[in-house]
């Protein structure tokens, strides 16, 4: 069974880059073929696709981010990253890694990690 | 982009009743539809792809059908477990989009 972890700061000054790391433990990041995902949930409000990384080491990001974002793998500590860039308020979530299979169904996901961008 | 809207947005309901949550899609998507349910405080819970393929362990009470433009999730006979908000995902293209959500409360 695998599992996701998020890990990063908490507070975040705006301006600056917002840089998350995910975790997975209980296979490897580098086998398979799935979409290793960042997902972000403003408070009381829905979900944000932000983008993704395949196995291949080829992404896609959501054209409203697209010019902030960059996802990455580190298949030798089974990690992958998000970084955005130029934040604002606006960006201040939960934001969640998430494992996409079959596609881009998301089978498995952390736990999220709360980012307030705030000075 | 492909727009999801959820209808209701709020849902109140009993122990025992039968709820269906619609998503209806800006374009067609085919079946490449997923729901999930979300607790407070808790990460996303994949419940069924395809439109209408209920995810291992998942309980029969719910099931999704349509393709096209048009979906639902239905629970069947609804338990306590299953007060919680609802969405679904389109697939089929680029940005991945999700409904606004459907929020399922106790009456």
């Known amino acids: 069974q695998v599992q996701l972890q998020e890990s990063g700061p908490g507070l975040v000054k705006p301006s600056q880059t917002l840089s998350l790391t995910c975790t997975v433990s209980?296979?490897?990041?580098?086998?398979?073929?799935?979409?290793w995902s960042w997902i972000r949930q403003p408070a009381g409000k829905g979900l944000d696709w932000i983008g993704h990384i395949d196995t291949s080491g080829s992404t896609n990001y959501n054209p409203s981010l697209k010019s902030r974002v960059t996802i990455s793998l580190d298949t030798s500590k089974n990690q992958f990253s998000l970084k955005l860039s130029s934040v604002t308020a606006a960006d201040t979530a939960v934001y969640y890694c998430?494992?996409?299979?079959?596609?881009?169904?998301?089978?498995?996901w952390g736990q999220g990690t709360l980012v307030t961008v705030s000075s | 982009d492909i727009q999801l809207t959820q209808s209701p947005s709020f849902l109140s309901a009993s122990v025992g009743d039968r709820v269906t949550i619609t998503c209806r899609a800006s374009q067609g998507i085919s079946s490449y539809l997923a729901w999930y349910q979300q607790k407070p405080g808790k990460a996303p819970k994949l419940l069924i792809s395809?439109?209408?393929a209920l995810q291992s362990g998942v309980p029969s009470r719910f099931s999704g059908s349509g393709s096209g433009t048009e979906f639902t999730l239905t629970i069947a006979s609804l338990q306590p477990e299953d007060f919680a908000a609802y969405y679904c995902q389109q697939l089929i293209t680029y940005p991945i989009t999700f409904g606004q959500g459907t929020r399922l409360e106790i009456k």
């Open positions: 209980g296979g490897s990041i580098s086998s398979g073929s799935y979409y």
């Open positions: 998430a494992r996409g299979s079959r596609g881009t169904y998301y089978d498995s």
């Open positions: 395809a439109a209408s």
